[in-house]
């Protein structure tokens, strides 16, 4: 199989080998018996995707200390959502990635990463841009945090309006 000439091979991850200077993150998984899978894992690591990252999601990855932009995937079915969370590494530390389908009943995903540790957050929650059908193992990396907008399948926004008629009074 070639690569198309207009299309940048995907870079991917080379984790750094265990030191006093690295730490570890995991995904994370809700089984299902009847229905599919919900999961959230480090899809990729300063755009430079995770191998196989959907399926070694409850393997410890290994991180070198430090500022990283990781991108998380979460989901379930064909419900697919992804962004970047800036966090801070510490060194010898171990993370999860944690998150919540639909929060609020509202649709969507909303994760973080947490210190295994303390139990508590380390990053602020990002919300995900949903991916309608993306498939973790084909897709790219993300080059940049995406805004996410506002869905049309019913949900409905107030958005702040002030009427002016036509001479322009209120």
């Keep these: 199989m070639s690569t198309p000439k207009n299309t940048i091979p995907i870079e991917y991850y080379a984790p750094p080998a265990t030191s006093s200077q690295t730490a570890t993150i995991i995904g994370n998984i809700y089984d299902r018996k009847y229905v599919a899978d919900t999961i959230a894992f480090v899809f990729a690591i300063d ?8 399926h070694k999601l409850r393997e410890p990855l290994v991180l070198q200390a430090g500022e990283h932009d990781l991108q998380i995937w979460c989901g379930r079915g064909a419900f697919n959502y992804t962004n970047l969370v800036k966090v801070n590494i ?33 990053t602020e929650l990002v919300n995900g841009v949903e991916l309608w059908r993306a498939n973790p193992i084909t897709y790219r990396p993300i080059e940049q945090f995406l805004e996410p907008r506002p869905s049309t399948s019913g949900q409905s926004y107030t958005v702040p309006i002030r009427v002016i008629n036509k001479m322009g009074h209120k």
């Design 90 to 122: 510490e060194p010898n530390k171990k993370y999860q990635v944690g998150y919540e389908l639909n929060p609020n009943k509202q649709q969507g995903c909303v994760f973080w990463i947490t210190d295994l540790e303390t139990q508590k957050p380390v």
């Design 47 to 54: 755009k430079k995707k995770v191998f196989d990252g959907y």
